[in-house]
C-alpha cells in the first residue's frame, strides 16, 4: 500500500480530531509463545492502518497544526549489532523516508520528549486499557505537566477515546484495501476448494488444515487471519474448535473455517461438506436449510438496510426450516419470538471484516442497528449444529454441524461476495470432489 494512502488516513483524523488535539497511539508489543521462543509479530491494526510501520516498539503521535510537522514517529534507533541477530530496522531516518513521518524520536527518549508535546493541548486522543503499562506512561506525563500548571503550563483537561473516531474510519473500505481484501478472499476460496479435492475418509482432520496453510503461503498470504477451524462429524457441532486432531470418517461432513491474511487484510469462509465426496439424505436436507438462509441474509445487504437485516432473514428461513423437517414444532412466529431456533443456531449471522477478522466498529448507533453504506464488508454466516443427543430430536440429524460463510462488500447498489470462488450449492461441491476424485 502506498505511503500516500496511509497519509490520506491520519489527514481523515486529524480532521475529525480538530485544533488543540492530540493522539498517542502505541503499537503491539511482543509476544513470547514459550521461553526465548517469539510468536511471528504483527503490529497493533490501528498502528498498522496510520503508519504501515511494522516494527514493534514504537509510538504514532498525531498533532495538529504542529508547526514543524503533525506525525511524529517514535521507533528503535539503527543497531548494527541486533540488525546482525533480527534483521535490519528503518531507525529515525527510514521512519522520515520510508514511512512519510514528519519528525521521528528514538523510542528510548520518548519520556523526554513527549510531555513536551502534549503541553499546549485540550484533548488528549488515546486507547486507555489495551496496554496497562504504557496508560500509566502517559498518565504520569499528564500529571508532570499539571504540577508545571501554576508556572503558565497549559495542560491537557480531557481524555477522548481514539476507538471511535478511527474505528469509524476503517470501517469504510478504501479502494486499495478492497483490493488487498479481494486478494485475500481469492487466495483463501482456491484454499478451500483444494481442502474439496484432496479430502478423503482415513485422513486427519489436522492434514486438511496443513493443505490450507500451504495453499495460503503458495498464492503469496504468509499467515492465516486467524486459527483454522476443521471439525469433522461431532467436532462440527463445537463452533470454535481449533484441536483440529480426529480423523475423518466415511459418511461424516467437514467443516472448515478458515481464512487467509493478505497485506494485513482478512478473508473468513466457512465451507461444509462430505468427507467421501457424497451427502446423505438427511445431510442433504439440512445443508439446503443453512444455504437458503444465507442466500436469503446476503440479498438482504444492500445501502439502506440495517446491520440486523442479514440476521433476521436467516433466522427466518432457518426456522421455516427447521419446522419443515420436523426437528422444531409450532407457529413459526412464536418460534421465533422465543427463540427457541437457537438450540440449534445459537450464534448471529456475520460481523465484520478487514484488518482483523472480527473487525472494529459500531454494530448500534443511539440504540439502533446502524444503516449499511457503500465499503463496508461483513460476513454472512449462518449454520445449524445438531449434537448428539439432543432432545427429542430424531437420531438422523445427531452430529450434524454446518456453516456456511461468505465475505460479502456492501456496493452503491447491492452487494459483492468476494468469496464467491467456491462452490457452496450441493451440485457444485459434489461435482468438484467427484472430479478430483476419480
Not at 510531555?115 to 498518565?139: A, N
Not at 465484520?352 to 440504540?367: A, E, P, Q, S, T
Not at 449434537?387 to 430424531?394: E, H, K, L, R
Amino acid at each position: 500500500m502506498s505511503t500516500q494512502e496511509f497519509a490520506r488516513r491520519r489527514k481523515h483524523l486529524m480532521q475529525g480530531m480538530g485544533d488543540g488535539t492530540i493522539a498517542i497511539l502505541p503499537t503491539a508489543p511482543t509476544q513470547f509463545r514459550n521461553r526465548d521462543s517469539e510468536y511471528h509479530y504483527r503490529p497493533d491494526s490501528d498502528f498498522y492502518y496510520l503508519t504501515g510501520f511494522s516494527e514493534p516498539e514504537a509510538v504514532i503521535v498525531l498533532k495538529p497544526g504542529r508547526e514543524h510537522g503533525e506525525y511524529i514517529l517514535f521507533c528503535r534507533e539503527r543497531d548494527a549489532k541486533s540488525e546482525i541477530w533480527v534483521g535490519s530496522r528503518a531507525g529515525q531516518e527510514g521512519a522520515v523516508e520510508q514511512y512519510g513521518a514528519d519528525d521521528s524520536f528514538p523510542i528510548d527518549d520518548m519520556d523526554d520528549i513527549l510531555p513536551g508535546l502534549l503541553e499546549g493541548v485540550d484533548r488528549v486522543f488515546y486507547t486507555m486499557g489495551d496496554h496497562s503499562d504504557f496508560d500509566k506512561r502517559v498518565i504520569d506525563w499528564v500529571n508532570h505537566l499539571h504540577k508545571q500548571s501554576r508556572s503558565g503550563v497549559h495542560t491537557p483537561g480531557e481524555f477522548i477515546a481514539l476507538d471511535h473516531l478511527l474505528h469509524d474510519l476503517r470501517l469504510i473500505k478504501s479502494s486499495f484495501e478492497l483490493k488487498a481484501m479481494r486478494k485475500a478472499a481469492s487466495i483463501s476460496a482456491k484454499a478451500h476448494c483444494r481442502a474439496m479435492r484432496i479430502c478423503k475418509p482415513g485422513m486427519h482432520e489436522y492434514q486438511i488444515e496443513a493443505e490450507l496453510i500451504h495453499s495460503f503461503m503458495h498464492d503469496g498470504a504468509r499467515f492465516p487471519a486467524y486459527s483454522s477451524i476443521v471439525g469433522g462429524g461431532a467436532n462440527a457441532c463445537v463452533l470454535h474448535y481449533v484441536d483440529n486432531k480426529d480423523k475423518l470418517k466415511n459418511g461424516d461432513l467437514l467443516l472448515i473455517d478458515a481464512g487467509a491474511e493478505y497485506d494485513y487484510y482478512a478473508a473468513d469462509i466457512s465451507r461444509t461438506f462430505p468427507i467421501n465426496g457424497k451427502f446423505s439424505r438427511a445431510q442433504r436436507e439440512l445443508y439446503q436449510v443453512v444455504l437458503d438462509a444465507q442466500l436469503a441474509a446476503i440479498e438482504q445487504v444492500k445501502p439502506g438496510n440495517h446491520w440486523n437485516d442479514p440476521h433476521e432473514t436467516a433466522v427466518r428461513v432457518i426456522t421455516e426450516g427447521l419446522i419443515r423437517l420436523g426437528i422444531l414444532t409450532g407457529k413459526l412466529e412464536t418460534l421465533i419470538e422465543k427463540e427457541k431456533y437457537k438450540t440449534f443456531y445459537m450464534h448471529r449471522t456475520g460481523h465484520w471484516l478487514g484488518m482483523d477478522v472480527h473487525d472494529v466498529g459500531d454494530y448500534k448507533i443511539d440504540d439502533e442497528w446502524r444503516q449499511l453504506e457503500a465499503g463496508m464488508v461483513l460476513t454472512v454466516e449462518p449454520g445449524l449444529y445438531i449434537p448428539a443427543n439432543s432432545q427429542d430430536v430424531d437420531e438422523k440429524w445427531w452430529d450434524i454441524g454446518i456453516r456456511i460463510e461468505d465475505d460479502v462488500l456492501v456496493t452503491k447498489t447491492g452487494h459483492e461476495v468476494l468469496s464467491a470462488g467456491v462452490p457452496k450449492d450441493i451440485d457444485g461441491i459434489e461435482y468438484m470432489m467427484s472430479v478430483a476424485h476419480g
